[in-house]
């Protein structure tokens, strides 16, 4: 099939290094504080707490998620479900809103997503994973990303995941250093993320435990960039000289 022509698309390899990046948090990277963490710096690219693909193909009321404001861009719409039918019809209306790009979740450990097949358990369904990334593609110009974990148990099948993923079209890659079995546990492990980054073509994020601008550059490595989660708001003031940025 062929595909629309980009109307936001990014040249990844013309972005600024590090690409420093606000992690998608649930409950917490709503448009307020996009908005919030976008006065501190004017690069840092933004992640939407994820939202279910069934809930904005059926809920106007989940639809509202889908309202920001200019200044958020460059930010991508984290997604999470299992079909890939519903994946394309939820890319395209974040398409018709000018967004970035669709980021799809396949590293939430929490149980009621894994049991429904969703977040973490696309890491054991390669053939969905990449048929997810294949029919988003198809459907709309957007600019498509995972954010995955090192893996279930262990780090064994993190290259031929992500090498897959990449073969079915995504443009950059997120990988938060602990396994499913981790979920939170233990300190993130940046060691199998480094080695990812030689196998594949695509920018490789490093995102785990990271305490502030500085602390993702002692991380960075070989890698693109470094995601921030939890120690997010106030940490991004580092990164780029902005007119909003204190120091208090
Ligand atoms: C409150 C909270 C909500 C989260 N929600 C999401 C989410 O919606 N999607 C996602 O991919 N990860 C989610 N995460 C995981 C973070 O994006 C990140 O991978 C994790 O916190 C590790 O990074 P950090 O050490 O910088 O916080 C969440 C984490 C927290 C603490």
Sequence with gaps: MKRPSPNHAISWSEVKRPIVCLAPMDGVTNSAFRQIVRTLSKDVILFSEFTSVD??????HVRLRLDYEPCEQPFFMQLFGNSPKMFAEAARMVADRGILGVDINMGCPA???VHSQHGSALMQ??????RIVESIREACPLEVSVKTRLGWKNEKNLINFTKSLESAGISMLTI?????NQAFKGDAD????HELKSHLKIPVIGNGD???YNDGLAHLGNLDGFMIGREAGGVFSGSTESPGAHSS
Aim: proline share 4%.
């Design 190 to 193: 940046w060691g199998p993320i």
């Design 125 to 130: 369904d390669v053939d969905t994973a990449c």
């Design 111 to 113: 149980k009621k997503i």
């Design 55 to 60: 809930g904005l193909v059926r809920s106007e």
């Design 210 to 212: 990271i305490r502030d």
């Design 176 to 180: 938060h250093g602990r396994t499913y």
